[in-house]
């Protein structure tokens, strides 16, 4: 068994990226399940989901975790991305919110 040199959060487009490398063939069931979703799924370049994971943490002091599930879903509205930070049991400010929108519309 392998030992874990590193523990990170990454978006789905990063797990697409890096999955991307590795030959099919060689894929355990549940690289499969993944790489098969992500390639279905997932539209968003690698380097523009990092970018926007590094500007909402910069920007919105984000977590890791928190920016990766916003570049995740890329919620479009107010109301939708209130309704994921609602779960965080902190307080996000209107404007902080409008930032977040704002990165995320410049990376569409």
């Excluded at 279905?40 to 910069?58: G, N, S, Y």
Aim: overall charge neutral.
């Amino acid at each position: 068994m392998e030992e874990i040199k590193k523990k990170q959060s990454i978006s789905l487009s990063e797990v697409k990226e890096i999955l991307g490398k590795v030959d099919v063939e060689e894929m355990d069931q549940i690289q499969r399940w993944t790489y098969d979703y992500v390639t279905k799924f997932v539209k968003i370049d690698p380097k523009d989901a990092k970018e926007m994971k590094k500007q909402l943490m910069k920007d919105c002091d984000l977590t890791e975790e928190e920016a990766v599930e916003i570049v995740n879903i890329r919620p479009t509205s107010l109301a939708e991305l209130r309704s994921f930070t609602f779960g965080w049991k902190k307080l996000i400010l209107a404007e902080t919110l409008e930032k977040m929108l704002k990165i995320l519309k410049g990376h569409s």
